[in-house]
């Protein structure tokens, strides 16, 4: 129904600032929310950002608070992250989501998923 591709993912050194694209195609509803996830190898999915598409309303982790941002572009039906101050712990593979989160940090609540973008922070 809902299909989800991640862009923007890369190499960049401690301190620098990658921007990633979600592009959504397909049914889409304009209650949907949009989120993103990371993941490391060996560790557990977690939340990073999530906006609620009708009013913008954000919600962040808060190891991300304060570098990360992110935005959507109803027309375009993109969501993105950026992500600022970069250090070797946001390494990861970064996911984009889509659903009708009631807790929009939980994994759970999102039914779309992207396939994930690399981010590779050297130091």
């Known amino acids: 129904q809902v299909q989800l591709v991640e862009s923007g993912g890369g190499l960049v050194q401690a301190g620098g600032s990658l921007r990633l694209s979600c592009a959504a195609s397909g049914r889409t509803s304009s209650n949907y929310a949009m989120g993103w996830f990371r993941q490391a190898p060996g560790k557990e999915r977690e939340f990073v950002a999530a906006?609620?598409?009708?009013?913008?309303?954000?919600w962040y982790a808060d190891s991300v608070k304060g570098r990360f941002t992110i935005s959507r572009d109803n027309a375009k039906n993109t969501v993105f992250l950026q992500m600022n101050s970069l250090t070797p712990e946001d390494t990861a593979v970064y996911y984009c989501?889509?659903?009708?989160?009631?807790?929009?940090?939980?994994?759970?609540?999102?039914?779309?998923w992207g396939q994930g973008t690399q981010v590779t922070v050297s130091s």
């Open positions: 989501a889509a659903g009708f989160p009631t807790l929009p940090r939980l994994e759970r609540s999102y039914k779309y």
């Open positions: 906006i609620r598409w009708s009013n913008a309303v954000t």
